[in-house]
């Protein structure tokens, strides 16, 4: 049978979490036995992903909540970022590299484009009560073996 | 995010240390341009020896950093970048605003 696991955390999408959920993600994953650069790239994803809902998903003062939860099936990662926030207008424009809706913000509107070039796969689902990306990442067999 | 700088030759040195995301960027912005309107230099230099951690906020953080300097016709150079950090410049293609320096 394969080697299955799960975590889920919910915490304010506030910026100061942003350092807690590469951490908490990056700590959960240590059981696959990745590599330092397999786990820094899931780090960066996990960052991107986070900043986009602490930066975009809620344009008011009033925070809401960021759901993070982690899956592991034998070597596969996959790691969701929800948001209950407005949304993403246009999915395609919002992938695109260099494209950000804050320009003067000086943001380099590279987010999505590190996600997809860091991890093998990113799914985004998107409407007017939210945002769901879904990313996934194979970890690559080490000489070490995997617990569990 | 502590960051650190001392002037030598002309040269601005600027030392990065901790992690460069969305939450630590308002004051590494705030920070840098401070330093920077001191017009005792001719060029700049960031040492990311120390930076533990960057994502695509960082970049902004950077260009914008440079689009401020290139008004003055002051190059800025990077040098020491981890593997991590250096695969997110080449993938932004961040070197050829800023190349590296060994």
Do not use: W
């Not at chain 1, 990745?34 to 975009?56: F, L």
């Not at chain 1, 246009?90 to 590299?97: F, G, L, T, V, Y």
């Not at chain 1, 093998?120 to 073996?145: H, P, W, Y």
């Not at chain 2, 290139?70 to 190349?99: C, Q, R, V």
């Amino acid at each position: 049978m394969k080697y299955s696991n799960f975590m889920e955390v919910t915490f304010k999408a506030l910026s100061v979490n942003e350092g807690f959920a590469r951490v908490c993600v990056a700590s959960f994953c240590v059981q696959l036995n990745p590599s330092v650069d397999e786990i820094t790239d899931i780090k960066t994803a996990v960052s991107e992903a986070v900043t986009n809902c602490v930066v975009h998903a809620y344009p008011t003062s009033v925070k809401g909540d960021v759901i993070l939860r982690c899956e592991l099936e034998g070597d596969l990662v996959t790691i969701t970022v929800t948001d209950k926030g407005v949304g993403i207008k246009d999915i395609e424009k919002a992938r695109e590299p260099f494209y950000t809706s804050k320009p003067s913000a000086e943001r380099s509107g590279m987010g999505f484009t590190v996600m997809e070039s860091f991890m093998d796969d990113v799914q985004v689902l998107s409407n007017s009560f939210g945002t769901c990306v879904k990313m996934t990442k194979r970890i690559q067999a080490n000489e070490n073996e995997k617990v569990g | 995010m502590q960051v650190k700088s001392r002037v030598a030759g002309g040269v601005l040195y600027v030392l990065l240390c901790g992690e460069l995301d969305e939450h630590s960027a308002t004051y590494t912005r705030i920070t840098l341009d401070e330093i920077f309107d001191k017009p005792n230099f001719k060029k700049i230099i960031f040492d990311l020896s120390e930076l533990s951690f960057m994502d695509s906020t960082g970049i902004g953080v950077l260009i914008g950093r440079y689009k401020r300097m290139k008004d003055k016709d002051i190059p800025i150079f990077i040098t020491n970048p981890s593997t991590h950090a250096e695969k997110i410049f080449k993938m932004t293609g961040l070197y050829d605003i800023m190349p590296k320096i060994v």
